[in-house]
């Protein structure tokens, strides 16, 4: 089974709007860590945001925010105001407990194209 | 900047031969992690080394190694290589332990094999 599920493969969004990127998770341990990391056409991998499993509220990074619904195992990004350099793929992944090794698990991405 | 530095960005070689692949964490990361982005089988998990000493494996082929040296930088090392190793191999590195912590990867090294 998929641990990380990301449902869309890619998706336009015009200047300036608000994107969401969805994100479903699978895992038994109660303690867990949620990632977003972009990844632009030059390859870098670069770290957006974090999201423990015990953290009551939603974790946000200047435009970048998740949604995390626990229950429902899901962390969505949201971008707000979108701009063109937010042209990439976006990655969820999950890092588990000391038991996975604290390696990180990703989904399959992504494509964000913003249009001007 | 993440803080992670990876030597070579690029590399050419030709099947059968071997090549190094060199990562230094972020200064007072202890786990060095590494990672292959193919474009068929996406972000796929090597291997992991704490302080020196392997923490986890992933599907890491036979033919790959690595390790983690006293200074904390880790080498990959791919031989016998085969077409379908060309790949972008990340490393990442973070503090141990879970509580808070997050993963820098660094800017990738581009494998091609020819």
């Known amino acids: 089974a998929q641990k990380i599920t990301q449902t869309q493969p890619g998706m336009f969004v015009q200047e300036k709007e608000a994107v969401t990127l969805d994100c479903t998770y699978d895992?038994?341990?109660?303690?867990?860590?949620l990632f977003w990391y972009k990844q632009p056409s030059s390859g870098e991998m670069i770290f957006l945001i974090y999201?423990?499993?015990?953290?009551?509220q939603n974790a946000t990074e200047g435009r970048y925010s998740l949604n995390f619904q626990k229950a429902r195992k899901s962390a969505n990004l949201v971008i707000s105001a979108s701009q063109l350099g937010d042209s990439a793929m976006y990655f969820c992944?999950?890092?588990?407990?000391?038991?996975?090794?604290?390696?990180?698990?990703f989904g399959g991405g992504t494509r964000v194209l913003v249009k001007p | 900047d993440s803080g992670v530095t990876q030597t070579p960005k690029h590399l050419i070689t030709a099947t059968g031969q071997r090549v190094t692949l060199r990562c230094s964490p972020r200064?007072?990361?202890?786990?060095v992690y590494w990672y292959q982005q193919s474009l068929d089988q996406g972000l796929q998990f090597l291997i992991q080394?704490?302080?020196?000493?392997?923490?986890a494996k992933g599907n890491i082929l036979e033919r790959f190694s690595a390790q983690q040296f006293p200074d904390l930088h880790s080498e990959l090392n791919l031989s016998s290589l085969e077409l379908g190793d060309s790949a972008l191999y990340f490393c990442?590195?973070?503090?141990?332990?879970?509580?808070?912590?997050?993963?820098?990867f660094g800017e990738g090294s581009w494998l091609t094999v020819v």
């Open positions: 990442a590195s973070s503090v141990a332990g879970i509580s808070g912590n997050t993963i820098y």
């Open positions: 895992t038994s341990d109660q303690s867990y860590g």
């Open positions: 999201q423990g499993s015990y953290d009551e």
């Open positions: 992944a999950m890092r588990e407990g000391q038991a996975a090794g604290n390696k990180l698990t």
């Open positions: 200064s007072g990361d202890l786990s």
């Open positions: 080394y704490y302080n020196g000493e392997e923490r």
